[in-house]
């Protein structure tokens, strides 16, 4: 089974610390993306990346950077914590993109709030 | 604005009724997912419909893409307590080198015992 982890599933933060969220795939996958889930509003996708060292910005790229280092870890950083951040993120994998088919694989979820 | 609207966004019914979710764009869609999400868990994929018109069923699911490829319809049969979740389609648009899926809001779905 594929698995992603999510390196914590709460967190609570204050408002300009600086936040990372880890997320690490077990089934090799090139492509790895981080969403925010906020009510009525759907997944909302921040950041992905299809490769080690490449990203792409999503829709809403807005106060966070990302890190893909190692192919199977995918990070995401808040450079300053806002309570507007306060969201569940949500870290996903799936295969290279071959037939716009591809499932993407997801974790648990970080809940994080920000003071 | 969303490019997936889901309706309807909240639907509490008791067991053994029916019910229908649907997902409209105005865009063409090169495939489009469902996907099931519990409270505390990361969402998980249902089924992926690609055809126009094509119909695909899971036990007392079924999945609906219509034939412009522009929406899609998720009907469940006899809903159980089990079925209780977060219900989301996603969509990958035609044309598309990415293979980024756009989401709709979400069908929260309560079915009482």
């Known amino acids: 089974d594929v698995k992603v982890t999510q390196s914590s599933r709460y967190l609570v933060k204050r408002t300009g610390e600086k936040v990372f969220l880890e997320c690490v795939q077990d089934?090799?996958?090139?492509?790895m993306f981080w969403y925010r889930q906020d009510p009525g509003l759907g997944l909302r996708l921040i950041y992905f990346?299809?490769?080690?060292?490449?990203?792409e910005k999503g829709d809403i790229p807005e106060g966070y950077s990302v890190s893909r280092e190692k192919k199977e870890r995918f990070s995401l950083i808040l450079e300053s914590a806002s309570t507007n951040q306060t969201s569940m993120y949500l870290c996903?994998?799936?295969?290279?993109?071959?037939?716009?088919?591809?499932?993407?694989?997801f974790g648990p979820g970080t809940r994080l709030l920000v003071l | 604005t969303q490019l997936l609207e889901q309706s309807p966004q909240f639907l509490s019914i008791q067991e053994g009724e029916n019910l229908t979710v649907y997902c409209n764009s105005s865009?063409?869609?090169?495939?489009l997912q469902w996907y099931r999400q519990e409270p505390g868990e990361g969402p998980v994929l249902l089924v992926t419909?690609?055809?126009?018109?094509e119909v695909k069923k899971l036990k007392r699911l079924t999945f609906q893409f219509g034939d412009a490829r522009k929406d899609s319809s998720l009907h469940i049969t006899a809903a159980q307590p089990g079925d209780t979740g977060l219900y989301l389609c996603?969509?990958?648009?035609?044309?598309?080198?990415?293979?980024?899926?756009?989401f709709g809001q979400g069908t929260t779905l309560q079915v009482k015992p």
């Open positions: 996903a994998s799936s295969l290279w993109f071959t037939s716009g088919q591809e499932t993407q694989y």
């Open positions: 089934m090799d996958h090139e492509n």
């Open positions: 990346s299809y490769d080690v060292k490449m990203k």
């Open positions: 865009s063409v869609f090169s495939s």
């Open positions: 419909v690609v055809t126009g018109g």
């Open positions: 996603a969509g990958v648009l035609r044309p598309s080198n990415t293979g980024k899926l756009i």
